[in-house]
């Protein structure tokens, strides 16, 4: 990053009066937070289902108007709820959405998150033009202290298992959020021939998207179904050897279930009817995790 760059970020950053002293605790174990992708309550009745079900906090992006965040901020701290942001960047050229994406950052480590999980590029970028965007990203999470992860996800640069290995090789502070439904549906296949791209990907976690993909989608059914209980034990071996690391090393760890609403959650034709209840599954995987992992 030159010097031009690196100035002007840190004046913003200075700017928005956020320092490390001053993010939410991110202690060891594990936490484990309930998306918000489908939330049709206000915020405060939302964050009071969301505590009643044993969730320590909430992942959402940071509402767009000043309104929204007071009443979002007011009903997190009155359920005593954490919260992870999600951002990324937008516009027609690699310019356009540099600005964006360093503009969203800085927002987003203003209110202090306990993690900041990045949509970062896209998988039509040069490696140069994301790996760019990873710096910028990595510059604000030093310089405000708010741990900051990339999200694997179609359509960013981290869309594939092995396009996200030569990032990983060649950006050792690279750090990810693990959604390896992704992968499953990009591959068409439970990842069975890449073993050293997904070993390398557990390996450099430090948030994990729970959701259940599988070779035809992101997202099965129902994860309780008997028929997916193969797939779902996939993915419980792979977040067992994430968090079996995280113990090991004394790190935290955070969680998100994030099975969404639909037409993620997949819909009976014509009357587009969900095939089952996203919060339902939301919280049998919650669940599921804390019987496994515990906190």
């Known amino acids: 990053m030159n010097m031009r760059i690196r100035f002007t970020l840190l004046l913003l950053i200075a700017t928005c009066v956020c320092s490390a002293a001053h993010a939410q605790p991110h202690t060891a174990g594990i936490s484990y937070f309930c998306t918000d992708w489908g939330r049709s309550v206000p915020w405060d009745e939302f964050c009071k289902q969301v505590k009643e079900a044993g969730f320590d906090g909430v992942e959402t992006w940071v ?23 999600l951002c990324t960047g937008s516009g027609p050229d690699f310019d356009t959405y540099l600005g964006a994406y360093k503009s969203g950052l800085i927002q987003a480590a203003a209110l202090k998150p306990v993690l900041i999980n990045s949509h970062t590029g896209k998988d039509h970028f040069s490696f140069a033009q994301n790996e760019a965007l990873i710096a910028v990203a990595d510059s604000i999470s030093r310089v405000t202290g708010i741990p900051l992860t990339h999200e694997t996800h179609r359509g960013r640069f981290s869309f594939a298992a092995h396009v996200t290995r030569e990032y990983l090789e060649r950006l050792p502070y690279l750090q990810l959020t693990l959604d390896i439904s992704h992968w499953c549906t990009v591959h068409e296949s439970m990842l069975d021939d890449q073993p050293e791209a997904v070993a390398l990907a557990l390996q450099r ?85 804390k019987s496994r992992f515990g906190n």
């Open 63 to 85: 509402p767009a108007d000043s309104t929204t965040r007071k009443e979002m901020k007011a009903a997190l701290t009155k359920y005593d709820l954490s919260y992870i942001f």
């Open 205 to 289: 976690t430090g948030h994990i998207h729970a959701r259940v993909g599988h070779p035809e989608g992101p997202q099965v059914n129902d994860p309780r179904a008997p028929e997916w209980q193969d797939i779902v034990q996939r993915h419980l071996a792979w977040w067992d050897t994430i968090a079996a690391a995280h113990r090991e090393q004394h790190k935290p760890l955070t969680i998100t279930t994030e099975f969404g609403p639909p037409d993620y959650l997949p819909t009976l034709p014509y009357t587009r009817q969900p095939l089952a209840d996203q919060w339902e599954i939301n919280k049998y995987m919650l669940n599921l995790l």
